[in-house]
């Protein structure tokens, strides 16, 4: 079977796999209705399982977190002894960016110029595009304005319609690095001295981020070995985005916190760092792909044969909350931003073609990646369905229909159960979501407190519409082999 | 957990995995089994299926008695783990009749038991009312039940619990008369008594410059009223009585318009508003079988009121 066949049947799985548990559920109910009552009582109980798993490691990531945030990581660094000094390490700071605000991008670098990091140290590269008339003006504007206060801006312009490539945010990192490389050789910087962060146009790090990095970099034996991801924490425009955005929002941040304490399973996502050496080793991002901030990661892990990992930093990166005109469009926007990460499920084709190629890593490892790929993605797909459409109409159902057959009684106990057990989880995640307010500006009524409080209140639309939605969407879509392009989430509302 | 090393967490999160999964391989199978009726009996040592038994009355907070045993809390309440076989239920509540019966619990169901309790009839509330009570008939309106009072001091719209809403009119029937109304329809405007023989009608008159509701009567018949309701487009008053169906003009009174005749005292009548047909059904007199008559009182009707209307118009100019 040649390499194409296998890779459209790949592509298929993930989806066919979330529909056929959904419409398999659905036909059961038609044709054994007990069946698959009990069915679903076995589903929510792994649900509360896995909330319980899950709120475990929220809070267990926060205590992290949290006990760490006074760590004085410039002095650790300066402390530490190992090959490395603390010295020779030199940051570049890459920002792809594509028709991005002036003001927005002026506010990453004002961010980034507040680090607590020797600026001498870090390299910053603007990376625009051709079909991006404004870029280059813009860019060396901005270039000639925070040049005094770094090592070194460098301003690329990535041509438009290369051959084998999409226009996406990877192609354009792509291009910048492979300008950097020639850069470092030029000016005699060694390539493993180098440590590379990819952000978005919209990443402010939090000022002990680098030297976060540069420490963890520095005691590392792997350091080549390991990409080092920041929380992303949505709030750069907290006080301004509408209730439903900063939930849902405030839940991807909770679903990294979650991600960053399943030591050996976290996969790079959004905002990254890595060795600049490892980067030009495994052939740069990936331009042909959308989700190129994960399948880099797995480009390192085929290169080192299975010995590569993420390192969850302690510090994090704070991004902006993708937000539109108004509420309807905010939701469009944010349905595209959450089916533009669903993609991701396209690195299960990606690693399944070249694990069938790869020898060297154990099978336990390629079966336990695979899977770990397949379960999120086809959770994520399904789980919102079932439990706020499903199992409603199976317990309207029963009650319609008189049914008084006993585990018809208990669906509804179980799923009041579980009920109970969400506003916990929404109590918790209120009492977190606190710790990453970033303090309240003058102009902004204190009166938007109560509104943080209320806005939880939504989690239950929310999940329903745009928790499983967009990612059912982006795997039927690879279902039928359609591609997706590649959609800039519209940032930039001011931050007042 | 606060100072722990990033081995420390990793141990947890494995720890907690470990955890949960075991959480999961052992506490499904028993919510499966709890979710079919399967409990476990220690005495045969083996697992049974049972029923649950869902226990409502009217009024709640009644007191339970399964088999003899009290249960803990009052009704609603659900009794889960309810072995396959009959059982006495008893209902207690303070000021009503205990009530008894025995269900029959099906393993893997529900058996649901609704019971409206029956006050004991010992135990009064009294309630003294602003006027004397001659009759009163019930009407509904969207929301809820209201009571028309015929009373000493009028008619008097109230609540269904006999507080005064509004007086519909100041004036005032006799006892005996008031005690004879049989039925009474109330449509927001208009208000209509009628007894055996007689028919009352509400209509507002203006009296020293105020509008006052009156209530006259508008027909008498030697025969038996058995049937009054508003009918062509609620424009007359439709009266059936022994012997035939009469509509009476609610504007005008002294209009009466014969509809049909009745061929025996027990016919039955229905009225399809919608269409304004008239069913009868009655007895054919020559051949004793039942049958059904439609009479489309619609156009028909209307060109015949016509031409009744004009000749009457004539004669009045012409006597």
Same mark, same amino acid.
């Given at each position: 079977?040649?390499?194409?066949?296998?890779?459209?049947?790949?592509?298929?799985?993930?989806?066919?796999?979330?529909?056929?548990?959904?419409?398999?559920?659905?036909?059961?109910?038609?044709?054994?209705?007990?069946?698959?009552?009990?069915?679903?009582?076995?589903?929510?109980?792994?649900?509360?399982?896995?909330?319980?798993?899950?709120?475990?490691?929220?809070?267990?990531?926060?205590?992290?977190?949290?006990?760490?945030?006074?760590?004085?990581?410039?002095?650790?660094?300066?402390?530490?002894?190992?090959?490395?000094?603390?010295?020779?390490?030199?940051?570049?700071?890459?920002?792809?960016?594509?028709?991005?605000?002036?003001?927005?991008?002026?506010?990453?670098?004002?961010?980034?110029?507040?680090?607590?990091?020797?600026?001498?140290?870090?390299?910053?590269?603007?990376?625009?595009?051709?079909?991006?008339?404004?870029?280059?003006?813009?860019?060396?504007?901005?270039?000639?304005?925070?040049?005094?206060?770094?090592?070194?801006?460098?301003?690329?312009?990535?041509?438009?319609?290369?051959?084998?490539?999409?226009?996406?945010?990877?192609?354009?990192?792509?291009?910048?690095?492979?300008?950097?490389?020639?850069?470092?050789?030029?000016?005699?910087? @060694?390539?493993?001295?180098?440590?590379?962060?990819?952000?978005?146009?919209?990443?402010?790090?939090?000022?002990?981020?680098?030297?976060?990095?540069?420490?963890?970099?520095?005691?590392?034996?792997?350091?080549?070995?390991?990409?080092?991801?920041?929380?992303?924490?949505?709030?750069?425009?907290?006080?301004?985005?509408?209730?439903?955005? @900063?939930?849902?929002?405030?839940?991807?941040?909770?679903?990294?916190?979650?991600?960053?304490? @399943?030591?050996?399973?976290?996969?790079?996502?959004?905002?990254?760092?890595?060795?600049?050496?490892?980067?030009?080793?495994?052939?740069?991002?990936?331009?042909?792909?959308?989700?190129?901030?994960?399948?880099?990661?797995?480009?390192?892990?085929?290169?080192?044969?299975?010995?590569?990992?993420?390192?969850?930093?302690? @510090?994090?990166?704070?991004?902006?909350?993708?937000?539109?005109?108004?509420?309807?469009?905010?939701?469009?926007?944010?349905?595209?931003?959450?089916?533009?990460?669903?993609?991701?499920?396209?690195?299960?084709?990606?690693?399944?073609?070249?694990?069938?190629?790869?020898?060297?890593?154990?099978?336990?490892?390629?079966?336990?990646?695979?899977?770990?790929?397949?379960?999120?993605?086809?959770?994520?797909?399904?789980?919102?369905?079932?439990?706020?459409?499903?199992?409603?109409?199976?317990?309207?159902?029963?009650?319609?229909?008189?049914?008084?057959?006993?585990?018809?009684?208990?669906?509804?106990?179980?799923?009041?159960?579980?009920?109970?057990?969400?506003?916990?989880?929404?109590?918790?995640?209120?009492?977190?979501?606190?710790?990453?307010?970033?303090?309240?500006?003058?102009?902004?009524?204190?009166?938007?407190?109560?509104?943080?409080?209320?806005?939880?209140?939504?989690?239950?639309?929310?999940?329903?519409?745009?928790?499983?939605?967009?990612?059912?969407?982006?795997?039927?879509?690879?279902?039928?082999?359609?591609?997706?392009?590649?959609?800039?989430?519209?940032?930039?509302?001011?931050?007042? | 957990?606060?100072?722990?090393?990033?081995?420390?967490?990793?141990?947890?999160?494995?720890?907690?995995?470990?955890?949960?999964?075991?959480?999961?391989?052992?506490?499904?199978?028993?919510?499966?089994?709890?979710?079919?009726?399967?409990?476990?009996?220690?005495?045969?040592?083996?697992?049974?299926?049972?029923?649950?038994?869902?226990?409502?009355?009217?009024?709640?907070?009644?007191?339970?008695?399964?088999?003899?045993?009290?249960?803990?809390?009052?009704?609603?309440?659900?009794?889960?783990?309810?072995?396959?076989?009959?059982?006495?239920?008893?209902?207690?509540?303070?000021?009503?009749?205990?009530?008894?019966?025995?269900?029959?619990?099906?393993?893997?169901?529900?058996?649901?038991?609704?019971?409206?309790?029956?006050?004991?009839?010992?135990?009064?509330?009294?309630?003294?009312?602003?006027?004397?009570?001659?009759?009163?008939?019930?009407?509904?309106?969207?929301?809820?039940?209201?009571?028309?009072?015929?009373?000493?001091?009028?008619?008097?719209?109230?609540?269904?619990?006999?507080?005064?809403?509004?007086?519909?009119?100041?004036?005032?029937?006799?006892?005996?008369?008031?005690?004879?109304?049989?039925?009474?329809?109330?449509?927001?405007?208009?208000?209509?008594?009628?007894?055996?023989?007689?028919?009352?009608?509400?209509?507002?008159?203006?009296?020293?410059?105020?509008?006052?509701?009156?209530?006259?009567?508008?027909?008498?018949?030697?025969?038996?009223?058995?049937?009054?309701?508003?009918?062509?487009?609620?424009?007359?008053?439709?009266?059936?009585?022994?012997?035939?169906?009469?509509?009476?003009?609610?504007?005008?009174?002294?209009?009466?318009?014969?509809?049909?005749?009745?061929?025996?005292?027990?016919?039955?009548?229905?009225?399809?508003?919608?269409?304004?047909?008239?069913?009868?059904?009655?007895?054919?007199?020559?051949?004793?079988?039942?049958?059904?008559?439609?009479?489309?009182?619609?156009?028909?009707?209307?060109?015949?009121?016509?031409?009744?209307?004009?000749?009457?118009?004539?004669?009045?100019?012409?006597?």
């Amino acid at each position: 079977m040649n390499e194409i066949k296998i890779k459209r049947i790949l592509e298929a799985v993930p989806g066919l796999i979330s529909w056929a548990i959904l419409l398999c559920l659905l036909v059961l109910f038609i044709m054994a209705p007990l069946f698959a009552v009990l069915t679903l009582i076995v589903y929510l109980m792994y649900w509360v399982c896995r909330l319980s798993y899950m709120t475990a490691l929220l809070l267990a990531a926060h205590f992290r977190m949290h006990s760490r945030r006074n760590y004085q990581w410039i002095d650790m660094c300066k402390k530490v002894k190992t090959d490395l000094c603390f010295n020779d390490v030199l940051h570049v700071v890459l920002y792809p960016t594509y028709k991005e605000s002036k003001e927005l991008i002026e506010t990453s670098l004002d961010s980034l110029r507040k680090s607590n990091y020797p600026k001498d140290k870090v390299l910053v590269v603007l990376a625009g595009e051709e079909r991006d008339v404004d870029a280059k003006e813009m860019l060396n504007g901005l270039k000639k304005h925070y040049l005094p206060f770094f090592n070194n801006i460098i301003v690329t312009i990535h041509p438009d319609n290369i051959e084998g490539e999409i226009p996406s945010k990877g192609s354009n990192a792509t291009y910048a690095a492979k300008k950097i490389k020639d850069y470092l050789i030029d000016n005699d910087i @060694r390539l493993e001295h180098v440590i590379i962060s990819c952000f978005d146009a919209d990443t402010c790090p939090d000022e002990n981020y680098l030297a976060c990095l540069t420490y963890h970099y520095l005691t590392n034996s792997k350091r080549h070995q390991t990409s080092y991801q920041p929380l992303p924490i949505y709030n750069n425009n907290i006080y301004q985005a509408p209730a439903l955005a @900063r939930v849902i929002e405030i839940g991807s941040t909770f679903w990294q916190l979650i991600e960053s304490m @399943r030591y050996g399973k976290v996969i790079t996502f959004s905002s990254h760092s890595m060795s600049f050496k490892t980067l030009v080793e495994v052939g740069y991002w990936p331009v042909d792909m959308i989700s190129d901030d994960s399948v880099i990661f797995w480009k390192c892990f085929l290169h080192f044969d299975g010995d590569y990992r993420t390192y969850p930093l302690e @510090r994090p990166v704070y991004m902006d909350i993708a937000v539109g005109k108004n509420i309807f469009d905010t939701i469009k926007i944010q349905y595209k931003q959450k089916r533009r990460w669903a993609w991701g499920v396209e690195n299960f084709v990606y690693v399944s073609m070249h694990f069938l190629k790869y020898n060297n890593i154990s099978f336990l490892k390629k079966f336990s990646r695979i899977y770990q790929l397949l379960d999120n993605h086809v959770n994520w797909a399904t789980w919102a369905i079932i439990i706020s459409f499903i199992t409603p109409f199976f317990i309207c159902w029963g009650k319609v229909t008189s049914h008084n057959t006993l585990v018809f009684l208990n669906l509804a106990y179980i799923n009041g159960i579980i009920s109970n057990a969400l506003i916990f989880v929404l109590i918790l995640s209120f009492l977190i979501s606190k710790y990453f307010m970033p303090p309240r500006p003058a102009n902004i009524s204190r009166m938007i407190y109560v509104s943080f409080v209320l806005q939880w209140l939504l989690l239950p639309f929310i999940s329903a519409v745009l928790g499983s939605l967009p990612a059912l969407d982006a795997q039927t879509r690879l279902i039928f082999g359609k591609t997706l392009v590649f959609n800039r989430t519209k940032k930039g509302k001011k931050r007042k | 957990m606060k100072n722990l090393s990033d081995r420390g967490y990793q141990v947890s999160q494995i720890v907690f995995f470990w955890i949960i999964s075991l959480a999961f391989l052992v506490f499904t199978p028993i919510i499966v089994l709890f979710s079919l009726g399967y409990t476990f009996d220690g005495e045969a040592n083996t697992f049974i299926k049972t029923g649950v038994i869902s226990m409502e009355t009217q009024p709640g907070k009644a007191q339970i008695y399964v088999d003899g045993n009290k249960l803990p809390d009052t009704t609603p309440y659900l009794l889960r783990g309810v072995l396959p076989k009959a059982q006495s239920i008893v209902f207690e509540k303070k000021g009503y009749f205990t009530y008894k019966t025995l269900v029959t619990v099906k393993p893997g169901m529900v058996t649901d038991i609704n019971v409206a309790l029956v006050p004991d009839s010992e135990i009064y509330e009294q309630k003294s009312l602003p006027f004397d009570l001659y009759a009163y008939f019930t009407t509904k309106s969207i929301m809820e039940e209201k009571l028309i009072c015929l009373t000493d001091k009028g008619i008097i719209l109230c609540d269904s619990k006999f507080a005064v809403e509004k007086v519909i009119t100041p004036q005032v029937m006799s006892e005996v008369t008031a005690r004879s109304i049989k039925h009474m329809i109330y449509s927001g405007d208009k208000l209509i008594l009628w007894n055996d023989k007689q028919i009352w009608v509400s209509s507002v008159e203006e009296e020293n410059q105020a509008d006052v509701t009156v209530i006259s009567k508008v027909y008498e018949t030697e025969n038996n009223i058995k049937h009054v309701f508003l009918g062509l487009k609620k424009r007359y008053l439709m009266i059936q009585d022994d012997k035939e169906v009469k509509a009476i003009d609610i504007k005008n009174y002294s209009i009466l318009y014969p509809i049909a005749k009745l061929e025996t005292n027990d016919g039955e009548i229905y009225y399809d508003e919608d269409s304004d047909e008239l069913y009868l059904y009655e007895r054919d007199v020559q051949s004793s079988e039942r049958t059904l008559k439609i009479k489309n009182l619609g156009t028909n009707f209307y060109a015949k009121l016509q031409e009744l209307t004009y000749e009457r118009d004539q004669n009045k100019k012409n006597p």
